[in-house]
């Protein structure tokens, strides 16, 4: 029996960790390149490491930024303190993108708070004759940002949502993408452990979590062309909310997609 790896589970499950055996498992083989179920045991110098991890895993710290790269959809993205932590949640908005974009040869395609870029990225793999363009202000997470979208074809920029659509031409772009904040203030306030180790510029929405879509609905359609989409990722109790703003700013065909949980997670809207 591998005692070190049943050590690793027991000190994660002391610590109230979710889904501690996995993380044990995952950060088993990122230390040791090997399957822990069929493993005799760390070498010393595995199990000094291990023995780092684990107390980092222990005090909360998420996976992802331990591991330093998370998979989402097909593909590897690198992430860390600083950015935002892939979702497989996010999947489905980003797959939605892509069924929008099906007959398209050449769509324009903007993924605004694009954090590690996990949704432009998958829409450029998928779409390959689309240009993609990643916008993200914050600092911390853009040499994320820059080295997922390295050699992908997608670019990168470095700016603020609340003001970067005046620099685009009027009737340019096919599909917005973008997972925005949108926790509440109460929920600010109630975060798990490894969520509050995220950065709060991508996850505080505002008072009642809509502060990005009022922005989103209401200053995002000029660039839009006539029938262009705008595809959201919401809370799983926004959707009536959502659906709401879109159609107050006069967005047509709007709709609410779930995930793969049930829950409601994805608003898409259409230009007139």
């Known amino acids: 029996m591998n005692t070190a790896y049943q050590t690793l589970c027991a000190r994660l499950l002391a610590a109230g960790v979710p889904?501690?055996?996995?993380?044990?498992?995952?950060?088993?083989?990122?230390?040791?390149?090997r399957d822990p179920r069929l493993d005799d045991g760390p070498t010393a110098a595995e199990?000094?490491?291990?023995?780092?991890?684990?107390?980092?895993?222990?005090?909360?710290?998420?996976?992802q930024y331990l591991l330093g790269e998370w998979d989402f959809l097909d593909f590897t993205l690198k992430v860390g303190p600083g950015v935002l932590c892939p979702r497989?949640?996010?999947?489905?908005?980003?797959?939605?993108?892509?069924?929008?974009?099906?007959?398209?040869?050449?769509?324009?395609?903007?993924?605004?708070?694009?954090?590690?870029?996990?949704?432009?990225?998958?829409?450029?793999?998928?779409?390959?004759?689309?240009?993609?363009?990643?916008?993200?202000?914050?600092?911390?997470?853009?040499?994320?940002?820059t080295a997922n979208t390295a050699g992908t074809g997608v670019e990168?920029?470095?700016?603020?949502?609340?003001?970067?659509?005046?620099?685009?031409?009027p009737d340019s772009v096919d599909l917005i993408v973008c997972n925005p904040p949108y926790l509440t203030a109460g929920e600010?306030?109630?975060?798990?452990?490894?969520?509050?180790?995220?950065?709060?510029?991508?996850?505080?929405?505002?008072?009642?979590?809509?502060?990005f879509y009022r922005l989103l609905t209401t200053g995002w359609a000029a660039p839009l062309r006539s029938g262009g989409w705008l595809v959201l990722e919401i809370g799983y109790a926004q959707a009536e909310a959502v659906l709401a703003l879109g159609r107050a700013a006069g967005w047509q065909n709007a709709v609410c997609r779930k995930d793969?949980?049930?829950?409601?997670?994805?608003?898409?809207?259409q230009k007139p």
């Open 19 to 33: 889904d501690a055996r996995f993380d044990a498992a995952q950060l088993y083989r990122f230390v040791t390149g």
């Open 47 to 63: 199990a000094a490491r291990l023995q780092t991890l684990a107390a980092r895993r222990a005090a909360r710290e998420p996976l």
């Open 88 to 145: 497989a949640d996010s999947e489905v908005v980003c797959e939605a993108a892509i069924e929008l974009l099906q007959d398209q040869e050449a769509p324009v395609v903007l993924d605004l708070c694009a954090g590690t870029g996990c949704l432009g990225i998958g829409i450029a793999r998928s779409c390959p004759g689309a240009k993609v363009t990643c916008v993200e202000k914050s600092p911390a997470a853009w040499p994320y940002l």
């Open 156 to 169: 990168a920029v470095l700016a603020d949502i609340s003001d970067y659509q005046n620099t685009l031409a």
């Open 188 to 211: 600010m306030e109630n975060l798990m452990p490894e969520t509050a180790r995220e950065p709060a510029l991508a996850l505080d929405g505002g008072a009642d979590g809509l502060d």
């Open 260 to 269: 793969h949980g049930g829950n409601d997670r994805v608003i898409l809207l």
